[in-house]
């Protein structure tokens, strides 16, 4: 398997999918279908979309069946980066090499599109009950799941703690909190999300859930890291945005050897995860390592 390849080709099938479930001009006011949109297609990899299906994948199911809730993640990822980046938070010019919603929009759209987007997936979520295949107990425990990790115990709790610790040394229990929850949630209910709709039994689920995890914490520390590390170019924000903020990040805590070990220890956990997953599992495999070589 060529993992790039297979990346740009789930990506191109997800940006499809994308397309329709936002919103047609018609339907909402215009403005805001704007925002929404430019917003998500400003660029992305696709990263947890591409993860719902490999979750039902490496459980044997087509991907075809979770598309929705594919995208619905991935709306949820676009609002919140909207919101991340407004004044009141981050306070960002540039995402996914854009300017950021709300200097395009200004800040009242910027919010009212990163809401929109929100409350939009879980509609999309409940569209997916539509798919030939997928059980309406199985949907109704996923809105549970997306939610769970969306909301206060998952990525905003975890932006709430990382606000909190600004300006301070964060310890390393509240660096962990902070990782795991606002990254690694979403991570986590996109591989849950992906098994639950595919009719995967709890052990599956479970090993899939701690793939998600030890992903998440990998994925953020790398991204911590680049945040040191890359290119402006390549990551479409700002190089030494998290230093600015004085964010807690992994590399200030445990500087960026021991931090890039920390990611390849949590690869390493994420791909053990799946030892009992046939060849099925082997896309999950690959993402989980290519954390590690990313430029963006
Ligand atoms: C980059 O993802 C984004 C992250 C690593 C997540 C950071 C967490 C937040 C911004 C949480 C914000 C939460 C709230 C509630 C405002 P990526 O590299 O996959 O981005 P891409 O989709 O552009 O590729
Ligand atoms: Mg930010």
Redo the contacts with the bound molecule.
Sequence with gaps: MELIKYLQERKKLIDEELDRYLPQPDEAPETLCEAMRYSVFA??????PILVMAAAEAVGKDKELVLPTACAL?FI?????I??DLPA?DDDDL??GKPTCHKVYGEAMAILA?DALLTRAFEVISKNREVPGVDDAAVVRVIQIVAHGAGCSG??G??VA?LEAEGKTADKDTMLYIHAN??GA?FKAALCAGAVLAGADEEAIAALERYGEQFGLA??IT?DILDVEGKTEL??KPVGSDTKNQKATYPSIYGLEKSYRMAEESVAQAVDALRNFSHKAEPLRQIARYLLTRS?
Excluded: N
């Excluded at 660029?43 to 947890?48: D, E, S």
């Excluded at 990822?77 to 980066?81: G, M, N, R, V």
């Design positions: 660029g992305g990899k696709r990263l947890r991935e990822h676009t609002y919140s980066l919101h991340d938070m995402r996914r990163g990525m905003v975890g932006q990382d606002k990254t979403l994925f953020q991204d990551i479409g963006y």
